[in-house]
């Protein structure tokens, strides 16, 4: 007979009937080094940061781990976003401003985060953050570069040929452990290597040479009774050994970072999930096959994975319980009727601890945003630059660490998101190729967007300004001809359908703007006039600033120059002097190579605009996004079982 493939399926009258053999076939053992998702063997891990942010700023600045710190952001607004587990004991919680949390705990450090500052070309840690919501943006630099520290290292400690990591969010990653614990299984117990009883891969295999297997300081997920008096089957040895690759994992990042992290080990990502939180900080907890029934029956559907927002409210409105153990009394058929069918399946797999989706491998960063809201709002086109200035340093500094410098990744495409009153509206450009990118081509791109935006009506005030790049590819080599400058393929069919309609009476600028225009030296020259149908509704929006002027944007920007003089010129600030200059439009460079690749560029827009006459920049109008709320597996009061070997079991020897 063959085992049920879902964990919590009908495994105890398997084991009754076939008392001297294994629930596994050979077939489950060899699927295991093939990541087959739906193997019952199959081992993964979930490994999340304690208090993730507060223990970057404790190793930062050598803070005691038994002091109580917070990671502030703001005063009120935010307030306190990450708590270490010392000042959690205090009764401090993310809900509490500073002035609550020292009330509860007069010793606690209060950390700002560090924020990129109007002016300043990097983020810093200051003592005034706190008071300058208005000028400061938060920068999770720091953080960022801890997070990529401890993956580094997990993927270190993991063999090379046979790891599977996802990172999940800043402080999370999932392992697919089950390729290396088959290797691990075959060495150790070599009677699996021999090929299956007569060539049959659905033959069961030996039961494990064992009735116990010692979890060492795991947290143990009870067993219901019939699982207690059962010995262990390969689910349980393979399930170990993927809790003995985690604790070495967590042992390095401990001695070598500093940094104490909790995990679940279990056959799937949902469970070992809320295996990860179940024991927080600095434990693990082992969720077994037979224990997943017990597991989940004390959880509430909304603390699952991708329950937390609308899905969840629905279910519970719909089904009038949260209690997962109410919801397995829910027939199939009566979830696909309420739900839908693939919602109906997917909630009726997950309240039984079902989940075969895969660990993606593949961790790369696939945008970058840098945001600010403003309270209060901003007013002005010279305000949005600055901050327009500030996120290009920002995404420029992430993309330096992502290898754009040596060309091992570059994004193609840049959008900026624009929020007034109600409309978000935004903008996205291709990020042209050809020239090494820098902090300057962002903003002046940046800068050219929201010149479109502002084209397109009101602006002013503006709530929330944010700026990304998105659509990264790998290897792009620095020199690839003018064929690289031109934007083709779906860049151009994206240009083609969401190219801004002229507005009607915009094709004849008016005296303001056609005055512009003649001794407009400024950022429209960096991108061709004839590549923008609409240059002239920039000066005709009526836009103005405070002063009652027209907005200038770009007046005095080339591209290559530090775009941010033109604005620190309208403060009375002057130019750096350099010695190459464009013919074209009087850009500025240090090297003869960088105005030859600069010219090359002239040259292909030009091509680029007598081929298609369109311009280079986009539109939509986007509604904003609903992130989904972090959701955090409160985990029910079962304790687990520490250290204890189980009931009958004595030390697995292994080969
Ligand atoms: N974070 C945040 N705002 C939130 C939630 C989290 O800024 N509402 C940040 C700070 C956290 C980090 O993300 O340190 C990781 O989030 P976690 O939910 O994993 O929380 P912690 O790591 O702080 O605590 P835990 O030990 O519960 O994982
Ligand atoms: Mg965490």
Redesign the pocket.
């Given at each position: 007979m063959s085992p049920s493939p879902m964990p919590g399926g009908s495994s105890s009258a398997i084991h009754g009937t076939a008392a001297q053999r294994s629930r596994f076939t050979y077939r489950h053992l060899s699927q295991l080094a093939s990541y087959q998702t739906t193997n019952p063997l199959r081992v993964i891990a979930h490994i999340?940061?304690?208090?993730?942010?507060?223990q970057c700023e404790m190793v930062r600045l050598g803070v005691p781990e038994d002091k109580p710190l917070a990671?502030q952001?703001w005063y009120a607004m935010q307030g306190l976003?990450?708590?270490n587990y010392p000042a959690r004991e205090a009764g401090i919680g993310?809900h509490c401003n500073v002035t609550e949390a020292k009330k509860l705990c007069p010793s606690l450090i209060a950390q700002h985060v560090a924020t990129w500052r109007e002016g300043d070309d990097k983020w810093a840690y200051r003592d005034d953050a706190a008071a300058n919501i208005a000028k400061d943006k938060v920068s999770l630099d720091p953080y960022r570069l801890q997070s990529r520290k401890i993956l580094s290292l997990i993927k270190e400690t993991l063999p090379p040929g046979l790891q599977r990591v996802e990172k999940a969010?800043?402080?999370?990653v999932y392992l697919d452990l089950s390729a290396q614990v088959h290797s691990t299984l075959i060495e150790r117990f070599p009677e699996l290597a021999s090929p299956p009883p007569y060539d049959d891969s659905t033959e069961a295999l030996p039961l494990p040479p064992t009735s116990a297997l010692d979890w060492q300081a795991d947290a143990l997920v009870d067993l219901d009774e019939e699982g207690e008096s059962a010995d262990p089957d390969w689910d349980d040895v393979a399930i170990l050994v993927g809790s003995e690759v985690v604790r070495e994992i967590r042992q390095r990042i401990r001695r070598d970072l500093g940094y104490t992290c909790?995990a679940g080990i279990a056959n799937n990502k949902l469970l070992s999930k809320l295996g990860s939180?179940f024991k927080?900080?600095n434990r693990q907890t082992v969720i077994r096959n037979r224990a997943v029934a017990m597991f989940l029956g004390d959880f509430r559907i909304t603390k699952m994975r991708n329950l937390g927002g609308k899905l969840g409210e629905q279910v519970v409105s719909i089904f009038g319980t949260d209690a997962v153990k109410n919801l397995l009394d829910v027939p199939l058929e009566q979830m696909k009727q309420k739900l839908g069918d693939e919602t109906g399946l997917w909630v009726y797999n997950t309240v039984r601890g079902i989940d075969t989706s895969e660990v993606n491998s593949r961790t790369q960063i696939k945008s970058m945003l840098s945001a600010k809201s403003f309270r209060p709002f901003i007013q002005t086109s010279e305000q949005a630059f600055k901050w327009l200035k500030i996120f290009a340093a920002d995404i420029y500094a992430r993309l330096v660490e992502e290898g754009v410098l040596e060309n091992k990744r570059r994004p193609r495409t840049i959008t900026l998101h624009h929020r007034h009153s109600s409309q978000t509206h935004s903008r996205q450009a291709p990020i042209p190729l050809g020239q090494k990118l820098s902090q300057e081509i962002l903003f002046n791109l940046a800068v050219e967007l929201l010149r479109q935006i502002m084209a397109h009506g009101s602006v002013w005030p503006c709530a929330n300004l944010s700026l990304s790049v998105g659509g990264f590819e790998d290897g792009i080599k620095g020199n690839m001809g003018i064929s690289s400058f031109l934007v083709k393929g779906e860049d151009a069919e994206a240009l083609r359908y969401t190219t801004p309609e002229p507005r009607r009476g915009s094709t004849e600028p008016d005296q303001t703007s056609r005055k512009r225009r003649a001794d407009d030296g400024g950022i429209k020259r960096f991108f061709s006039k004839r590549s923008f149908t609409d240059d002239s509704r920039a000066w005709e929006s009526g836009d103005r600033d405070r002063s009652g002027s027209p907005i200038q944007v770009g007046d005095e920007h080339s591209c290559c120059r530090d775009p941010w003089q033109s604005v620190l010129e309208n403060h009375g600030v002057g130019l750096s002097s350099t010695s190459l200059v464009c013919s074209r439009c009087n850009c500025c460079f240090a090297t003869s190579q960088d105005l030859q690749s600069h010219e090359d560029w002239h040259m292909a827009k030009d091509l680029q605009d007598k081929e298609r006459g369109t311009p280079a920049f986009a539109e939509r109008t986007v509604a904003p996004r609903t992130l989904n709320p972090?959701e955090?597996s409160a985990g029910s009061s079962r304790r687990g079982r520490g250290g204890k070997a189980e009931r009958g079991q004595s030390k697995l020897k292994f080969a």
């Amino acid at each position: 007979m063959s085992p049920s493939p879902m964990p919590g399926g009908s495994s105890s009258a398997i084991h009754g009937t076939a008392a001297q053999r294994s629930r596994f076939t050979y077939r489950h053992l060899s699927q295991l080094a093939s990541y087959q998702t739906t193997n019952p063997l199959r081992v993964i891990a979930h490994i999340d940061l304690d208090a993730f942010y507060a223990q970057c700023e404790m190793v930062r600045l050598g803070v005691p781990e038994d002091k109580p710190l917070a990671v502030q952001q703001w005063y009120a607004m935010q307030g306190l976003i990450a708590i270490n587990y010392p000042a959690r004991e205090a009764g401090i919680g993310r809900h509490c401003n500073v002035t609550e949390a020292k009330k509860l705990c007069p010793s606690l450090i209060a950390q700002h985060v560090a924020t990129w500052r109007e002016g300043d070309d990097k983020w810093a840690y200051r003592d005034d953050a706190a008071a300058n919501i208005a000028k400061d943006k938060v920068s999770l630099d720091p953080y960022r570069l801890q997070s990529r520290k401890i993956l580094s290292l997990i993927k270190e400690t993991l063999p090379p040929g046979l790891q599977r990591v996802e990172k999940a969010s800043i402080d999370e990653v999932y392992l697919d452990l089950s390729a290396q614990v088959h290797s691990t299984l075959i060495e150790r117990f070599p009677e699996l290597a021999s090929p299956p009883p007569y060539d049959d891969s659905t033959e069961a295999l030996p039961l494990p040479p064992t009735s116990a297997l010692d979890w060492q300081a795991d947290a143990l997920v009870d067993l219901d009774e019939e699982g207690e008096s059962a010995d262990p089957d390969w689910d349980d040895v393979a399930i170990l050994v993927g809790s003995e690759v985690v604790r070495e994992i967590r042992q390095r990042i401990r001695r070598d970072l500093g940094y104490t992290c909790s995990a679940g080990i279990a056959n799937n990502k949902l469970l070992s999930k809320l295996g990860s939180a179940f024991k927080k900080p600095n434990r693990q907890t082992v969720i077994r096959n037979r224990a997943v029934a017990m597991f989940l029956g004390d959880f509430r559907i909304t603390k699952m994975r991708n329950l937390g927002g609308k899905l969840g409210e629905q279910v519970v409105s719909i089904f009038g319980t949260d209690a997962v153990k109410n919801l397995l009394d829910v027939p199939l058929e009566q979830m696909k009727q309420k739900l839908g069918d693939e919602t109906g399946l997917w909630v009726y797999n997950t309240v039984r601890g079902i989940d075969t989706s895969e660990v993606n491998s593949r961790t790369q960063i696939k945008s970058m945003l840098s945001a600010k809201s403003f309270r209060p709002f901003i007013q002005t086109s010279e305000q949005a630059f600055k901050w327009l200035k500030i996120f290009a340093a920002d995404i420029y500094a992430r993309l330096v660490e992502e290898g754009v410098l040596e060309n091992k990744r570059r994004p193609r495409t840049i959008t900026l998101h624009h929020r007034h009153s109600s409309q978000t509206h935004s903008r996205q450009a291709p990020i042209p190729l050809g020239q090494k990118l820098s902090q300057e081509i962002l903003f002046n791109l940046a800068v050219e967007l929201l010149r479109q935006i502002m084209a397109h009506g009101s602006v002013w005030p503006c709530a929330n300004l944010s700026l990304s790049v998105g659509g990264f590819e790998d290897g792009i080599k620095g020199n690839m001809g003018i064929s690289s400058f031109l934007v083709k393929g779906e860049d151009a069919e994206a240009l083609r359908y969401t190219t801004p309609e002229p507005r009607r009476g915009s094709t004849e600028p008016d005296q303001t703007s056609r005055k512009r225009r003649a001794d407009d030296g400024g950022i429209k020259r960096f991108f061709s006039k004839r590549s923008f149908t609409d240059d002239s509704r920039a000066w005709e929006s009526g836009d103005r600033d405070r002063s009652g002027s027209p907005i200038q944007v770009g007046d005095e920007h080339s591209c290559c120059r530090d775009p941010w003089q033109s604005v620190l010129e309208n403060h009375g600030v002057g130019l750096s002097s350099t010695s190459l200059v464009c013919s074209r439009c009087n850009c500025c460079f240090a090297t003869s190579q960088d105005l030859q690749s600069h010219e090359d560029w002239h040259m292909a827009k030009d091509l680029q605009d007598k081929e298609r006459g369109t311009p280079a920049f986009a539109e939509r109008t986007v509604a904003p996004r609903t992130l989904n709320p972090k959701e955090r597996s409160a985990g029910s009061s079962r304790r687990g079982r520490g250290g204890k070997a189980e009931r009958g079991q004595s030390k697995l020897k292994f080969a």
